[in-house]
């Protein structure tokens, strides 16, 4: 089945740094999400992008689909986006089921 | 309603017992999808429905797990004599149409079986 790998594992700022998170796979893909895991546990959608680039406020993302690999950036970092950020990948008539990166844990110090 | 509800949100039981966890998804979602999070394996996939119909069963880890799902709406997610291995978090996701939409997650429940 396809993997999904996300760097770095573990990744420790100081408020106001930038960062980039990663996300590779081995497959063509359907649909990729990012998601924030909150530190209750919620898991909180960031980004719908199979393809192309968006944004949405301090936080944006590019997949290069033909390359599979996929990018999350956050800037000025804040203490609340403290958690950790899952990738996650649907292949091709699978029905939408996602497959999961480990996730990059995230840690923002004030 | 607003987002996908998940209840009881903390369940704790004894090994041996079943128990019944529910999923109501965002009003209007045909697809329904049930993941599992626990430390050692991340989030699985575990099984997804469109309408009432479970098309792709493959996540669910043994015969003492299973899932329906009524009216297109409210799942239920049963596991029966309930072990250790067990324990995790329980996530519920709903989409739009399913294959090619962004799901949207509930908060979970959070079973430990002793």
């Known amino acids: 089945g396809i993997q999904v790998e996300q760097s770095p594992p573990d990744l420790i700022l100081q408020e106001g740094a930038n960062s980039t998170l990663r996300c590779n796979f081995s497959?063509?893909?359907?649909?990729l999400q990012w998601f924030h895991q909150n530190p209750w546990g919620q898991l909180i959608n960031l980004f719908y992008?199979?393809?192309g680039t968006k944004q949405n406020g301090r936080l944006s993302a590019t997949t290069v689909a033909t390359e599979r690999y996929s990018l999350l950036y956050i800037s000025s970092s804040q203490t609340t986006d403290s958690g950790v950020y899952f990738c996650?990948?649907?292949?091709?008539?699978?029905?939408?089921?996602?497959?999961f990166g480990q996730g990059t844990e995230l840690s923002v110090k004030p | 309603g607003a987002g996908v509800s998940q209840s009881p949100s903390n369940k704790v039981t004894e090994k041996g017992k079943d128990v019944e966890l529910r999923c109501d998804p965002i009003?209007?979602?045909?697809?329904l999808y049930w993941y599992r999070q626990s430390l050692g394996q991340g989030l699985e996939f575990l099984i997804y429905?469109?309408?009432?119909?479970?098309?792709?069963k493959s996540g669910l880890p043994s015969d003492r797990f299973s899932a329906e799902r009524t009216g297109g709406s409210v799942s239920t997610l049963t596991i029966q004599r309930t072990q250790q291995e067990d324990s995790a978090v329980y996530l519920c996701?709903?989409?739009?149409?399913?294959?090619?939409?962004?799901?949207?997650f509930g908060p979970g429940t959070r079973l430990l079986v002793l």
């Open positions: 996701a709903s989409s739009l149409y399913g294959q090619g939409q962004a799901q949207y």
């Open positions: 497959d063509s893909v359907n649909n």
């Open positions: 992008i199979p393809s």
């Open positions: 996650a990948v649907e292949t091709h008539n699978q029905g939408g089921k996602l497959i």
């Open positions: 009003s209007g979602h045909t697809a």
């Open positions: 429905f469109q309408g009432n119909s479970a098309p792709d």
